[in-house]
């Protein structure tokens, strides 16, 4: 850890931030809007810096979860005409890495959910089945 990269870091007010110096992970939890309409479910996800590559999406047991990894980008200083090579003052961006999980309502179709993936935003769309309605049960007399 360098000098600018200490002084930078006491003025940010994220713990992620002060330890991504010494090479911690850091977590980062997306943003979701979910909307409901009388055919489906839709729920849109902010991630920008991904692509539909970095991201894995899973039902399992009316559970959908939404996870991604991110790796450290490996990249070498340049060196310029007549000094050094040159070397980082700040790298913050490491490691990140995330999992989110909702529980579906019962009428999810799971067989024909969705997922598309444009300009950072996941959207994930779930259609709805009907439920059975409830049975009304004669009561006969013995």
């Given at each position: ?15 992620d931030d002060?330890f991504?110096?010494y ?14 309409t009388?055919?489906s ?8 810096g ?5 991201v894995?999406i899973?039902?399992d047991?009316n559970t959908?979860?939404?996870a ?9 200083a340049?060196?310029e005409?007549?000094?050094?090579k040159e070397k980082?003052l700040?790298k ?19 067989e024909?959910v969705?997922?598309?993936f444009?300009?950072?935003i996941?959207?994930v769309v ?5 439920l059975a309605a409830?049975?009304r049960i004669a009561?006969?007399?013995?």
């Amino acid at each position: 850890m360098n000098e600018l990269s200490l002084f930078d870091s006491l003025f940010n007010n994220s713990m992620d931030d002060v330890f991504s110096g010494y090479g911690c992970r850091t977590t980062v939890v997306p943003k979701v809007d979910v909307k409901e309409t009388k055919d489906s479910y839709s729920l849109d996800m902010e991630l920008p810096g991904r692509t539909e590559n970095d991201v894995d999406i899973e039902i399992d047991h009316n559970t959908l979860t939404i996870a991604s990894k991110q790796e450290e980008q490996k990249e070498e200083a340049k060196k310029e005409k007549g000094s050094d090579k040159e070397k980082w003052l700040i790298k913050e961006r490491r490691y990140s890495a995330f999992s989110r999980s909702f529980q579906l309502p019962e009428d999810v179709d799971a067989e024909g959910v969705k997922a598309s993936f444009k300009n950072g935003i996941l959207n994930v769309v779930m259609p709805r089945k009907a439920l059975a309605a409830p049975k009304r049960i004669a009561i006969e007399c013995a």
